[in-house]
């Protein structure tokens, strides 16, 4: 009787986690999950705007042309060397922010403060903001490098194929790195103040503090942050597209331009959504290898 009991208790406990689940599973399935399928779907297709009714399996056309045509390595490479830049900075900086904002310092709950400012701006405004920092003639970056004579000449930040993606990087960085404090400051907070105590009187320097308490306890949040800033970077598109367009030269043409252009300025949605797919691959790929390579460190 009394197993009778308990087992329409849990049958009702888990009708309701999935009751409670369900509108999220259905925002998911639909914003999510359909539209990846049918641009999976699509890029086989032979499907252009400019024709609509011309609409048919092309035999693996889209993808031929991807790999013959000799923009999708170059997109590939520039992704991934951003990606790395970016989320490698980001954490070395807020790392070094979070220890810093972590101390008693004088003004540390005002500076905590201010430094989320960045992350607020939507990513547009950020975006136009930093290309008029960047201009090569009204630049405020340019008339202070030059006023400290750093630089003897005004210098052309995005149309410089050697400049253009650096300057971008440090957009990105300045636009990401306050949600990064903020998450491994949060993360420095959780650990117990007894397990720096108990270190200090055993002797340990603060090195030794670091390593073998600090970042023990911030694996599972430098995990968590470290994957969201890959997922969140491997899809930037407005950065790019706003401050360079992809140029010059293609020095900034990632995946996500490469996409674009074909699907919404050749109108060639088939292959856009192609590239999409193969971009879709690469950031599946880099996870893993990222998961991997977590978990042996762990294990180690």
């Known amino acids: 009787m009394q197993t009778g009991i308990l087992s329409g208790r849990k049958l009702k406990d888990n009708m309701f986690i999935c ?33 609509v009714g011309n609409y048919f399996w092309n035999n693996f056309q889209n993808y031929r042309e991807i790999f013959t045509e000799g923009e999708l390595w170059p997109s590939v490479a520039i992704t991934l060397e951003y990606v790395f830049i970016v989320v490698a900075l980001q ?81 990105s960085i300045w636009k990401q790195l306050p949600l990064m404090i903020i998450m491994l400051l949060a993360g420095l907070q959780s650990i117990p103040i007894e397990m720096y105590e108990a270190a200090v009187i055993d002797g340990a320097k603060s090195f030794q503090i670091f390593r073998h308490i600090t970042m023990p306890f911030l694996r599972n949040v430098i995990r968590t942050t470290v994957l969201m800033s890959i997922i969140l970077n491997f899809k930037q598109f407005p950065l790019f597209w706003i401050m360079t367009g992809g140029g010059p030269v293609n020095a900034t043409s990632t995946l996500a331009i490469y ?34 390579v977590f978990k042996v460190n762990e294990i180690e």
């Open 91 to 171: 954490l070395a900086l807020g790392m070094l922010l979070a220890l810093i904002l972590n101390r008693n310092i004088i003004g540390r709950k005002l500076m905590r403060s201010l430094i989320l400012i960045p992350w607020i701006y939507p990513t547009v405004i950020t975006a136009l903001l930093w290309s008029w920092l960047f201009h090569s003639e009204y630049g405020v970056i340019n008339y202070i490098l030059v006023q400290a004579h750093i630089l003897q000449k005004p210098v052309s930040w995005l149309g410089s194929v050697g400049l253009a993606l650096p300057s971008i990087i440090v957009t």
């Open 259 to 292: 996409s674009y252009r074909n699907a919404f300025v050749n109108l060639n949605l088939g292959k856009g959504a192609a590239v999409a797919s193969i971009w879709l691959l690469i950031l599946l790929l880099t996870y893993f290898i990222f998961d991997k």
């Open 19 to 51: 009751f409670t689940l369900l509108p999220t599973l259905v925002v998911v399935l639909f914003s999510c999950f359909i539209p990846v399928v049918q641009s999976v779907y699509m890029s086989f297709f032979n499907y252009i705007l400019s024709s």
